[in-house]
Every structure is written in structure tokens, then in C-alpha cells.
């Protein structure tokens, strides 16, 4: 390829830029005219700064000052450094007047001859930016050198023939540069950069072998051992070659011998038949025999060359295991050192990912502990609430009987015992004591709602012991056996107050009845004063009601109120563990954003579209989780509806426990997520 493009450049010379015409015409111009416009002073300081340049850059390369902690050097500084330094001493020279032609001329070469000097200056130049680096290099700088002169300066006059030779120059450089990458076909192309942008492990392993800037000394001397291993490889090809030349030319000579011997001519390929007989007379010669010693000697020689050619096939032989034994050795070293590295890798992964797994686990523990806490003081909270519904409650029944206990006075004094005697017997009896019967079967439900939301809870929170949830069941046990048998006494307190009552309504009837023989003439009147009183006790009667359905009603929005302030305390809870998450999210992506302002500028480059892919796979694990929170907040939703109406609470219960799975299981997935995340994070 250097071949070829040395060839190319000397081609250049051989072109003249122009449009049509060459040397005639309006407006002519060549590339000799460059040359010709070319001030001797102007040559000169452009190659002095070349010269400055160049051996200023090489023994800056040789300190330490320019290399990094690998070792190789810093080409950039070295380079910008050199170019400011010989820019300098050219434009001190040029500003002190340095007579450079006298100089010259004071060497022996006149200021003509510096036109001749320039092309050779640079085909050297050219040979030399060829020979160290590439070939596209130099058609690269070429196409770059010929767009930036028809831009800035006038020296083309076909500027758009120029600057589509300079595009040329590039599109061929570039061409050079995918095919030397293995990139020559599009379709090859297009194949890579799928492979990369899948992710695939390959792709990713080769990304990061390319970018880890320890490898790069290692592929330097890869590609050395790379070209003495093919320069031996033609050394050795070269000798065979020669051996079978050699044995070849062995054969001819011993075939022409052979041929002799016997009288025949030989050709290259062996004798060829006898020789031609001259004209005239044959002479008689004798018979030609070789002698004992002549055939030992020949046979020795041929023995000679056949054990040479033996040894020589040995020998390379020899060589040729030897070096694919050198090769299988550092193949195995190679092989070694990225099992190593590999090994190291692995470990620094799995302590990072036991380092995040215990992180996780605090935290998980320290909202586990929150959690019951939480749920310690809902659960006070709800205590203290159901104990003041028993005490409005207890009220409740004491301020009816003392109702009660008014209207029986009053009965006394308005003497309507015997009107009112049915209506005492429906009250005091059936119809109160369904309404106590009713009332303690109300209150069982609550109950009973209430440990099944707080089991429901108890799962919920997953944190809540066994052996704590057992006790909590016993007391409420306990309390319930309490309350019942609370309840029973005081059933009994009343029906022996309703019986008492009723022995004392015998007395005054029997009392009456002897008060009625004694007043037979006034029975108009006393029939009229019972219907007077039937009528006010069905007014009564019908205004205790109203009182009754009223507190009922202002109880349920009681207990509606409350049940809504539960939801809510609930809701806030949920928002307020929601927002720690949130909070702890962005501290998360703070401190990640912190780690990439302090990485180093290309590496983060690189590494920026890989993080994107794992935070946007991260936020479709955290939007699985919202929708999952989602389907549990209605499932919560559906199931406190069930609780209410009391109806299908297993259903909801084991629909609750799908969703509760689910949960736990796009939990799995976000801890997955984040620890892939964090993994990125930590190659990265």
C-alpha cells in the first residue's frame, strides 16, 4: 500500500490544476506556478520550521514529562508544545531580517536553486508521513490542505475542480480506513453497529477492551510480534524455496550425469535419447566405464546431498514447532492474563453486589420497622376510637332508660297503666330486646371486620410476628368475652328491672281494680282519660323513634367519618413511603451524577448511551412498579367496598393476596433492575 502510494504522489507532479488549458489562454495557471509565486525567504522559513518542528517533537518524546502512567506518550502536549517553539524561532528569524539567500550564498547555492529544493522537501515530507503512519493519512491531510487553500486564498482558479479533488482525497482516505477496520462492505457496517447498539456481550467486551487505554501497549506489541512472526514466515518461505531450488538443481546435475554415463543427451527434465551421429566416418572409440572410485565418490556426494536436504527439511521442521509452540505459549499467557482480569472483574462485581444487597437489606429493614410502627400507632389510634364508640354507646343506653324510666313516672302520675301496658310489654320486651340482639351483632361485625383488616394489614406490612399477632387476638379475645358478658348483666339488670316493673303494674292494677269498684259512676271519664293518654303515648311513642333514627344516623356518619379518616391516614402513608422512595431516588441519581462529573470527560461519552439504556430499562421496572401499585390501591379500594357491605370478603381476599404476589414479584424485578443499573455503574 506505501508502494502504491508513492507512486500516487509522484502522479501529483505530473498534474497541472486548471480548468481547460494548460499554458495558454485567459487567466492560465499550473502548479509551477506556485512554485513561481514562492518567495525564496518564504521556502525557507517554512522548511526551517518543518526541520524545528520535527526534532523539537522527537526529543520531547523522549522525556518522561510526556507519558502517562502507561507509558506511552503524550502526543498532543509534545506536539502543541514543539509547534509554538519552532513558530517562534521562525518569527524571531523573520523579524530580525536573517539574510537567508546570503546565507546560501555564502554556502555555495544561489537563490534559484532553493525552487528546486522545495518539491524535493516535500516528496520527503510526503515519503515520510507515509512510511510512519499511513497511506489515508496523507491523502486525509492532502484532501484537508486543498479545501482549506481553494476557501481561504485565490491560488486555484478552478476552485470547484480543486475542492471535489480534496473531497475525493477524503472519501478515498476514509474508504482506506474502513477497509484496514474490517468495515469495507456496507452491509458488514450496518451489521456492527446493530451488534453494538443490541448490546450484545461481545460488542460490549470489545468496547471496553478498545477503550481501557492499558490495552493499547498490549496491541502495539501484538501488531510488532504480528509483523515478526510474517517477516520470519517469508524468511522461512524464502529459504525453502531456495532448499528446493537447490535439490531441484541437485537432481539436474545428477540426471545429466546419469545421462552422460550412459551416452544420451540431457535435457532439464532428464535424457532425452541418444546423441546425433556426426557425418563421415565414425570413429571406433573405446569403451567409457567409470571406476570403482569415481562410483563410491558420486555415491557419496548424492548420499551428501540427500542427508542435507534431510537435515535441511529437520531443521525447518524444528523451526516451525518451535514457533507454533512459542505461539500456543503466549496464546496460553494471553489466555491467562484475561482469565485474570476476567476473575477480577467478577470479584469487584460480586463485592459491589453484596455491598448493594446489604444497603438494600438495611433499608428494607428500617421501613419494615417504620412499618410497625406505624401500625402500633393505627392500631392505638383505633382502639382509643372504639372505646369511645362503647363509652357514646354506654351513654346512649343509660340516657334511654332513664327515658324510659321518665316515661314510667309519668305513666304513674297520669294513671294510664292498664292503656299503656302493651306498649311497656312491646318495648321492654321483643322489640328491645331484638334491638340489644341487633346491636351486639353489629358489634360483632365490627369486630370482626376489624381483625380481618388488621390480619389483612398484618400481611400487608409482612413485618408483624407471629407470636405479637397471637397476643393481640387473645386480648381482643379476652375483651370481647369481657364485653359479652358486660352485655349480659346488663340484660339481666333490665329484665329484672322489667320485671319488677311488672309486679309493681299488678299492684297498681289490682290497687286500681278495688279503686274502680269504688268509682263505677266516673267510668265515662276514666275512658275518657285513657284514650287522652293512649293518644300522647303514641305521640311519645312515635317522637322516641324519630330520637332514635336520628342518633342511628348521626352514628353511621360517625363511623363513616372515621372510616374515611382511616382511608385517608392510610392514603397518607402510602404517599408518604412513596415520597421517601422518591426522595431516595433522587438522591440516588444525585450521587450518580456527582461519580460521572468526576469521571473523566471521554469515558463518560462513551459510556452515556449505555447508562441511558439501563436507566430507561430501571423506569420501565419503576413503571411496572407504579402499575402495580395502582392495581393494589384498587384492589384495596375493591376490598374495603367488600369489607363494608360484608360480602365476599374471601374473594377479595384472595384477589388481595394475587395483587400482594404481584407486587412482591415487580419488586424482584426493580431490585433486578437496579442492580444491573448499579452493575453498568461500576464497570463504567
Same mark, same amino acid.
Request: glycine fraction near 6%.
Given at each position: ?12 507532479f505530473?498534474? #497541472? ?8 489562454? &485567459?487567466?492560465?495557471?499550473s ?5 513561481? /509565486? ?27 514529562l ?27 528569524? =523573520? ?16 537563490? *534559484?536553486?532553493l525552487?528546486? $529544493? ?20 496523507? @491523502?486525509?491531510l ?14 486555484? &482558479? ?19 480506513w ?8 456496507v ?8 451488534d ?7 460488542? =460490549? ?20 510480534? %504480528? ?7 517469508k ?5 525453502? !524455496?531456495?532448499? /528446493? ?7 539436474k546435475? +545428477? ?47 548424492? *548420499? ?13 521442521k524444528?523451526k ?24 477480577k ?10 455491598? @448493594? ?17 406505624e ?46 301496658e302493651?306498649?311497656?310489654?312491646r ?5 328491645y330486646? !331484638?334491638?340489644?340482639?341487633?346491636d ?16 389483612i ?17 387473645? $386480648?381482643?379475645?379476652?375483651e370481647? @368475652? ?19 316493673q ?9 290497687? +286500681? ?6 268509682l ?9 282519660? %285513657? ?9 311519645? *311513642? ?30 397518607? &402513608? ?9 426522595? /431516595?431516588?433522587?438522591?440516588? +441519581?444525585?450521587?450518580?451524577?456527582? #461519580? ?13 448511551n449505555?447508562?441511558? !439504556? ?18 393494589? !390501591? ?9 369489607q363494608? $357491605? ?29 442492580l ?5 455503574? #461500576?464497570?463504567?
Amino acid at each position: 500500500m506505501q508502494k502504491k502510494g508513492l507512486i500516487f504522489i509522484l502522479g501529483i507532479f505530473l498534474i #497541472n490544476f486548471v480548468n481547460a488549458q494548460f499554458f495558454s489562454g &485567459y487567466n492560465r495557471f499550473s502548479f509551477r506556478d506556485i512554485l513561481d /509565486r514562492t518567495d525564496p525567504q518564504m521556502a525557507t522559513l517554512v522548511i526551517l520550521f518543518l526541520i524545528f518542528f520535527t526534532l523539537i517533537f522527537i526529543v520531547l518524546m523522549r522525556f518522561s514529562l510526556f507519558k502517562n502512567a502507561y507509558g506511552e506518550p503524550h502526543r498532543a502536549g509534545a506536539g502543541i508544545i514543539s509547534l509554538g517553539t519552532s513558530a517562534l524561532i521562525t518569527y524571531w528569524m =523573520y523579524i530580525r531580517g536573517f539574510d537567508f539567500s546570503g546565507f546560501f550564498f555564502d554556502i555555495g547555492l544561489s537563490p *534559484d536553486s532553493l525552487y528546486g $529544493i522545495f518539491p524535493l522537501l516535500f516528496l520527503i515530507f510526503a515519503i515520510v508521513l507515509i512510511w510512519k503512519t499511513s497511506f489515508r493519512m496523507f @491523502l486525509f491531510l492532502m484532501g484537508i490542505l486543498l479545501i482549506l487553500l481553494t476557501i481561504f486564498t485565490d491560488v486555484f &482558479y478552478a476552485e470547484g475542480l480543486v475542492a471535489a479533488t480534496g473531497a475525493v482525497l477524503i472519501l478515498i482516505s476514509w474508504w482506506l480506513w474502513r477497509r484496514s477496520r474490517g468495515l469495507s462492505s456496507v452491509r458488514n457496517a450496518l451489521g456492527t453497529v446493530a451488534d453494538t447498539y443490541r448490546g450484545g456481550r461481545d460488542a =460490549y467486551r470489545r468496547g471496553r477492551e478498545h477503550i481501557d487505554p492499558r490495552n493499547r501497549l498490549q496491541r502495539k506489541e501484538y501488531k510488532k510480534e %504480528v509483523k515478526i512472526e510474517k517477516r520470519l514466515a517469508k524468511e522461512e518461505i524464502k529459504k525453502l !524455496k531456495e532448499i /528446493r531450488k537447490s535439490h531441484k538443481k541437485a537432481l539436474k546435475e +545428477e540426471r545429466r550425469r546419469r545421462g552422460r554415463r550412459e551416452g544420451g543427451r540431457i535435457g532439464d527434465n532428464g535424457p532425452v535419447g541418444p546423441r546425433p551421429e556426426p557425418a563421415g566416418p565414425r570413429p571406433r572409440p573405446g569403451p567409457i566405464r567409470p571406476t570403482p572410485e569415481e562410483d563410491s565418490r558420486e555415491q557419496r556426494r548424492i *548420499d551428501d546431498i540427500e542427508k542435507a536436504r534431510e537435515e535441511a527439511f529437520r531443521i525447518q521442521k524444528q523451526k516451525l514447532e518451535d514457533e507454533r509452540m512459542r505461539k500456543t505459549a503466549r496464546e496460553r499467557i494471553e489466555e491467562l492474563r484475561r482469565q485474570k482480569k476476567a476473575q477480577k472483574y467478577q470479584e469487584a462485581a460480586e463485592r459491589q453486589r453484596k455491598e @448493594l444487597m446489604e444497603q438494600d437489606e438495611k433499608r428494607r429493614k428500617m421501613e419494615m420497622k417504620i412499618a410497625h410502627e406505624e401500625g402500633l400507632k393505627m392500631d392505638k389510634r383505633r382502639r382509643q376510637e372504639e372505646e369511645a364508640i362503647k363509652e357514646d354507646a354506654r351513654r346512649q343506653r343509660i340516657k334511654a332508660l332513664k327515658y324510659q324510666r321518665d316515661e314510667l313516672a309519668q305513666g304513674r302520675e297520669f294513671k294510664i297503666q292498664g292503656a299503656l301496658e302493651k306498649e311497656r310489654k312491646r318495648l321492654i320486651g321483643k322489640d328491645y330486646e !331484638k334491638a340489644l340482639k341487633e346491636d351486639a351483632r353489629r358489634q360483632r361485625l365490627k369486630e370482626a371486620e376489624y381483625q380481618v383488616a388488621s390480619g389483612i394489614q398484618g400481611r400487608r406490612w409482612g413485618g408483624q410476628d407471629e407470636k405479637r399477632r397471637k397476643m393481640e387476638m387473645k $386480648i381482643a379475645h379476652e375483651e370481647g @368475652l369481657k364485653m359479652d358478658k358486660r352485655r349480659r348483666q346488663e340484660e339481666e339488670a333490665i329484665k329484672e328491672d322489667a320485671r319488677r316493673q311488672r309486679l309493681k303494674e299488678i299492684e297498681y292494677q289490682v290497687a +286500681e281494680g278495688i279503686q274502680g269498684r269504688r268509682l263505677e259512676g266516673q267510668e265515662s271519664e276514666r275512658k275518657r282519660g %285513657v284514650r287522652l293518654a293512649h293518644k300522647e303515648a303514641l305521640m311519645m *311513642d312515635k317522637r322516641r323513634r324519630q330520637e332514635e333514627e336520628a342518633q342511628r344516623m348521626d352514628d353511621a356518619r360517625r363511623n363513616q367519618t372515621r372510616e374515611n379518616q382511616i382511608k385517608a391516614e392510610r392514603g397518607a &402513608y402510602n404517599e408518604d413511603a412513596r415520597r421517601k422512595e422518591l426522595e /431516595r431516588q433522587t438522591n440516588r +441519581e444525585e450521587q450518580q451524577r456527582m #461519580n460521572v462529573e468526576k469521571m473523566d470527560t471521554r469515558k463518560r461519552e462513551q459510556w452515556e448511551n449505555k447508562l441511558r !439504556k439501563a436507566e430507561k430499562i430501571a423506569s420501565k421496572k419503576t413503571l411496572r412498579v407504579d402499575r402495580a401499585a395502582a392495581v393494589f !390501591k384498587n384492589a384495596e379500594k375493591r376490598f374495603v367496598e367488600a369489607q363494608r $357491605i360484608n360480602k365476599g370478603v374471601h374473594s377479595a381476599e384472595r384477589s388481595y393476596n394475587r395483587m400482594y404476589d404481584k407486587l412482591k414479584k415487580a419488586e424482584a424485578e426493580y431490585q433486578e433492575a437496579q442492580l444491573a443499573l448499579a452493575e453498568a455503574r #461500576n464497570r463504567f
